[in-house]
Nanobody, 122 residues
């Protein structure tokens, strides 16, 4: 059974940083795209970032470009999201997701975590 477990969320002041982690178990995702999404209250879930298995191949939403960095450690089956210069509008539940695709720009994700809350105070 595939499981994605996020950690690292919390409350931070505007301008601060947080690092989210997502540990995958049940299968190896070393060749698949993994990503982060978020959902703010009253809004639809939106794409945040994705990383391919090839080191350095990443994709970001315009709203987080230059502030967030997605990385992965295939040996640990883990993906990370480093979030810097956080803004109140970054407040949301953040979800880790794994695809069966090798296409970095896919938005078709098969596996999802339970989510971790990130709250940025002004």
């Amino acid at each position: 059974q595939v499981q994605l477990v996020e950690s690292g969320g919390g409350l931070v002041q505007a301008g601060g940083s947080l690092r989210l982690s997502c540990a995958a178990s049940g299968r190896t995702f070393s060749s698949a795209v993994m990503g982060w999404f978020r959902q703010a209250p009253g809004k639809e879930r939106e794409f945040v970032a994705a990383v391919a298995w090839t080191p350095g191949r990443t994709d970001y939403a315009n709203s987080v470009k230059g502030r967030f960095t997605i990385t992965r450690d295939n040996a640990k089956n883990t993906v990370y999201l480093q979030m810097n210069s956080l803004k109140p509008e970054d407040t949301a539940v953040y979800y880790c997701a794994a695809s069966d695709s090798v296409n970095l720009y896919t938005r078709n994700y098969k596996y999802w975590g339970q989510g971790t809350q990130v709250t940025v105070s002004s």
